[in-house]
């Protein structure tokens, strides 16, 4: 019998979620002021820390202090990231995009992001997540239409990687700063794949765009609920 999650929305693109024996914890960026001493400490859990790429929206180094006080603590780190001497090597995973990682306890399979460093598909304890990282529709206004046109393919040839995979819940930016285009890349991952929750991730504390988002999907019919966000330290639970 599949056991319930929970999913605590941390800040920007920080997302912990939490199973009956895991904690995976996605591209914390220490902007989300409780310092997580809850999975940090707790040694019950495995702790399995996911980098997505090295920029500072999305990992600060404050991360392998951790494994100081906690030695049920994994890294899943992109290739892009330096990691420091001290960690011991069964401590660290680092990825490359388009491999399958088996850890026995948990399963991560990576896509390459249209920006830098990984996605990561993860299976942990019957439940299938999907953190795309800066995996984006980058539709800009004022860049060129072949930029345009090429990063549009790019995303959507990634996410079709997808389309075998049931995917309990799935984290996808949707960047205001994009204007009108910020719901591009949600809008294909709703029609394309098969999920049962999508959280807008990459919105700047804008938790407006969460609503705007679950309106543009329920108006065009998906099947996929957009959970809407509306703060930091926000938890969701399902079974």
């Not at 299976?123 to 090429?150: I, M, P, R, V, Y």
Request: glycine share 4%.
């Amino acid at each position: 019998m599949t056991q319930m999650y929970q999913v605590t929305f941390l800040h920007h693109s920080g997302i912990l979620v939490e199973t009956e024996h895991f904690y995976l914890l996605f591209d914390y960026d220490m902007n989300f002021k409780n310092e997580l001493d809850f999975c940090k400490n707790n040694t019950e859990k495995k702790l399995f820390v996911f980098v997505s790429h090295s920029h500072a929206d999305h990992f600060h180094p404050m991360i392998f202090d951790w494994s100081k006080s906690n030695p049920n603590i994994h890294y899943i780190i992109s290739y892009d990231v330096t990691v420091p001497s001290y960690l011991t090597q069964d401590m660290v995973t680092s990825v490359k995009p388009h491999q399958v990682y088996d850890m026995k306890a948990i399963q991560v399979a990576t896509l390459i992001s249209n920006d830098e460093g990984v996605a990561f598909l993860v299976k942990a304890e019957g439940h299938t997540f999907f953190h795309a990282g800066d995996l984006n529709w980058w539709h800009w206004n004022g860049e060129s239409d072949d930029f345009n046109q090429s990063i549009a393919h790019s995303y959507q040839l990634e996410i079709l990687h997808l389309t075998d995979y049931s995917i309990d819940a799935a984290f996808i930016p949707a960047d205001p700063r994009l204007e009108e285009n910020y719901s591009l890349s949600i809008d294909f991952f709703a029609k394309t794949v098969r999920t049962n929750y999508i959280f807008p991730i990459h919105f700047w504390g804008q938790f407006s765009v969460c609503q705007k988002i679950a309106a543009v999907v329920e108006e065009k019919g998906y099947d996929d609920t957009v959970i809407e966000i509306k703060k930091n330290g926000q938890t969701f639970s399902f079974s």
